[in-house]
């Protein structure tokens, strides 16, 4: 037996999951709807939009294809497509508002390259481009009427995470059983996104019960990373990662309760921003946690470069006032921070977080920023989090406090088939034990004390921001992520999160265990799992994306350090064309 | 059987109180140290200092004695100490930055004018005179030396409710069980307070379990409105609503979760704020509620005008900065909002919350100010406030949901006797019954949607404040006080709420119910038990304040507004000298 097989096996035996995976029951009454839903996704895709695919895709993802080198190489865009699909989304709205493009075009050019991304990666669950074309027009049409554009994200195709609520659409949150549940209107912040503009063609892929770092459910399974076909995209929210990676959307929205944003920004080769809770609503998205408040979820822009993060949310707060329609929303106007100078800087260096080691191109990555970051003039502190034992455990038995009363009756409520990762979830912290509403508190009096530890080191110390690894690794295989202790510490903290890429891949020749790894005693079994899990000559070519954390509330400041840190001292440019 | 006994019966039967009121063991171990603690209270306060009672205080409770006239009349201050405690805070401050005034003077004006607050209204829990002295004699020696004072709270004598921690100091939150809790240092906002240069001397009053509008607990007793010693100073910060109207602070701090900062407000005759929850630090307050999170509790101001409120909101937040010391308070500092123009005001203005009528003198304190408003050219609308019953509803299952269970730690501890509102509050929603965390989570659900259709309700029909009343009646009789609707609102709904007075006093002759208010038909118990407890002759000179509420986070308009409309359009002056 494995280490792996091991740990998960006693995870198991906490949970008797009476009442799941009706098969009978699941094949009669559901299959035929999923299908259905498969089926119109597979209807959804103009065959002459759809590019030739080197080999079957089951061959590309044996052999670790790299789609995105692919996609440039084999020139699958034309020039023009290329051209828009690779200009950040404030110069597309710039160039829209002077007539120099017109939103069809932007929107042409982006739907045909979400198809390619679609055909290597399997981001999407829902395509409806005839909508989408019909809002481009009218995006159009308003301009050629007034010569103004609708607002702020005019014209920008702008993919949605599947569990927010859309308009008369199935949203069903990686759940069998909801895809009956049709929305009569848009979640609150989709219905201002497409008020500021926004143009929606795209829903795309998550976990079941989205409590993965992955992907994969009975719907339409695996997302997979854009760079290396045989690894993970990440998730929960999977499916923007790996769209905005490819740069099927101009923009992308996701959710992060426990590294939903950042695992698949990290994994798949893009950025995204965890925000600080409580600034965009969540008003109208479908998961098992609603009224949870000990460790909530967030919803977060993605995008290609920092400057498009800057914009998707100074857009949203500043003209979409979305605390206007929703009591839950604080009323905080996004700040605009200037760009600092490197000098100004003080980071703190996390390279463990104690609980479990980084693989060889995670290490690599780090010690080539810092040492960028340092000739820059950045001062670096080393940090070693504190009580990141008690934050993770105390994370893990949030998530489940409730015994999972509402993920099991999503689950059982189908039948269907748990996948692989559900299992792990299902028995995070106490598994099925309900707490009581005294034990709960427990953890939110825990919970506050860790956000007051750190946010004192912060202060005392005078350091602006965390640099941290997103994960203990670059994007594992599909279905093989263990770990949420990179991610998971700042869901617990609540502190604001941005991911970038470092600029570095995986090297099959650089990136081995040394000698002196090999000796390593692993201080746990998720360690040893998470580590042994990691073989140089099976991750090739992964991008490694990186954290930089800020206290609560200091969104502004993070982002205006990124464009620092990505664009003036990194100089990584996602940007291909 | 009264109504009165009816209702409050059959809330009873709910619990069976096992483990409560071991009147045997609370003799022998607990009451010596209660007695203890009565006693150095009595001691802390020097012969010298006390004014000459007209007759024992229990006929002057009988005979519904105005305090406030009395020491105004016979001149129970010298001049100068009614000038100092007569003068705003803020004013203070500026008098002793030009060196005008020194921190001893005005200490010393405010010490006496507390004890003469206390003889009438028993308002303090603990004096410590001396070493309150010490501290005004340190900020003039740091004035003398720097020519600077300590900061925009210099030398101001600064009342405390008794559930902060305080260095050294029993803290006890109303639990005869706590009375061994000596903290090491003290809570978060005590502390920030201290150092921008507030002056302690006293503690004040608070009810068992904190859960009361009122002010009984088994140290201290009762506090009296100063206005008609019959009457209840509200609560649960009892001490600091009559002690500030008394004017024996010139600033002071309490907390509230149902009504607790507004209710001593309204009844004692002064002002107080319920901020909105994260913007005042709690860490270091002793409650029964610590990781609750569907209603928190929040501390806020108590001062005499609505200048002083401001200039303690801004001086605490913007130079205190408690999101430094504490990781659970926004970084939102305190904005300077100009004070609108009367015309520019929308004010919604409830009459009466659709759960229990006002009685008299509220109707006519609400009539004489919206006239005054309309007057001076205030948009007015009227306001049926909707789902008021299922808020309350939720908000009393939310104050239990855990089923008691820290409170009837904190209580059979001791086996203290259970004063007469205890019973009432641990009987509220369902009492003694444990809620599941789904259940919880359903509360809290029903909350956000609350939160949302009022703020909703606000912005789309741009109206900038709600005005109601504070409570159904005037001051109460001591423990006579049963329904919270009128606050309680605003707690789940966390809308910032300041108290401000109305300069309505209750009067016998003009203020009696109608003859169609005696064919009222009433719509619960609850509403008949609070309006049969409204007789005319037994609430004399009771004064009526009034809540004006804000969307959350505007804390800063409805201070801005409270300026127009208290100053400019009531012209409410509440420095007698």
Redesign the interface.
């Known amino acids: 037996m494995s280490s792996q097989e091991a740990i998960f096996n006693s995870f198991l035996t906490k949970e008797t999951f009476e009442g799941f995976e009706d098969n009978e029951r699941y094949t009669k009454e559901w299959l035929p709807k999923v299908e259905k839903y498969r089926q119109a996704l597979a209807d959804s895709i103009p065959d002459s939009c759809k590019a030739p695919l080197p080999k079957p895709i089951d061959e590309l993802i044996n052999e670790q294809f790299n789609a995105m080198d692919y996609m440039y190489s084999a020139k699958l865009l034309t020039d023009d497509e290329f051209k828009i699909t690779d200009t950040p989304a404030y110069k597309l709205v710039e160039q829209m508002s002077k007539g120099e493009l017109t939103a069809v075009e932007v929107y042409r050019a982006f739907a045909h390259r979400a198809i390619i991304a679609h055909q290597f990666t399997n981001c999407a669950m829902e395509f409806f481009f005839h909508e989408g074309l019909q809002q481009a027009e009218e995006r159009d049409a308003y301009f050629r009427e007034t010569g103004k554009i609708v607002g702020p994200l005019h014209g920008l195709p702008f993919s949605l995470k599947e569990h927010m609520d859309y308009k008369g659409k199935i949203t069903h949150a990686g759940y069998v059983s909801m895809i009956d549940n049709i929305p009569e209107e848009h979640g609150v912040t989709v219905d201002i996104l497409q008020k500021l503009g926004a143009v929606y063609y795209v829903r795309t892929n998550e976990p079941q019960t989205l409590m993965h770092l992955d992907s994969n459910n009975n719907y339409t399974g695996l997302t997979k990373c854009p760079f290396n076909l045989l690894l993970s995209a990440g998730g929960s929210s999977s499916g923007e990662g790996a769209i905005s990676a490819f740069g099927g959307a101009a923009l992308g929205i996701g959710s992060d309760i426990g590294g939903s944003i950042r695992s698949p920004a990290a994994f798949s080769g893009t950025l995204g921003l965890r925000t600080s809770t409580r600034r965009v609503s969540d008003?109208g998205s479908v998961s098992a946690f609603?009224?949870?408040?000990?460790v909530p979820c967030v919803m977060g822009p993605f995008a290609r470069c920092v400057e498009d993060i800057d914009y998707w949310m100074k857009s949203y707060l500043n003209e979409g006032k979305p605390?206007?329609?929703?009591?839950?929303v604080?009323?905080?106007p996004w700040r605009q921070v200037a760009k600092p100078a490197p000098k100004d800087l003080t980071i703190a260096v996390t390279r463990d977080d104690g609980l479990v080691r980084v693989s060889p191109p995670i290490r690599r990555a780090i010690n080539e920023v810092v040492e960028k970051l340092k000739a820059a003039g950045v001062k670096i502190v080393e940090f070693q989090p504190p009580n990141t034992k008690l934050a993770y455990e105390t994370l893990n038995k949030a998530y489940n406090?409730?015994?999972n009363?509402?993920s099991k009756e999503f689950l059982s409520a189908s039948g269907e088939p748990l996948v692989k990762l559900t299992k792990w979830n299902l028995n995070f912290g106490d598994g099925a034990k309900?707490?009581?509403?005294?034990e709960?508190?427990?953890?939110?009096?825990i919970r506050?004390k860790?956000?007051?530890?750190?946010?004192?080191y912060l202060?005392d110390n005078k350091i602006d921001f965390i640099l941290s690894p997103t994960y203990n690794n670059v994007a594992p295989h599909s279905e093989e992520i263990y770990n949420w202790s990179y991610t998971g510490l700042y869901n617990i903290?609540?502190f604001p999160t941005l991911v970038f890429q470092s600029g570095v891949f995986q090297d099959p020749n650089v990136d081995r265990w040394t000698e002196e790894d090999l000796k390593y005693e692993y201080r746990s079994d998720l360690e040893k799992l998470e580590n042994e899990n990691y073989k140089p000559d099976e991750f090739i070519g992964a991008p490694v994306g990186l954290q930089l954390t800020g206290?609560?509330?200091?969104d502004e400041e993070i982002v205006a350090a990124g464009k620092t840190i990505v664009d003036d001292i990194l100089k990584v440019d996602l940007f291909k064309h």
């Open positions: 008003i609603g009224g949870f408040e000990t605390w206007e329609r929703d009591g839950w604080l009323p905080m406090c409730d015994g009363l509402i309900q707490y009581t509403i005294g709960n508190r427990q953890l939110n009096i506050d860790l956000r007051t530890e750190y946010t004192r202060v903290l609540d206290r609560r509330y200091f």
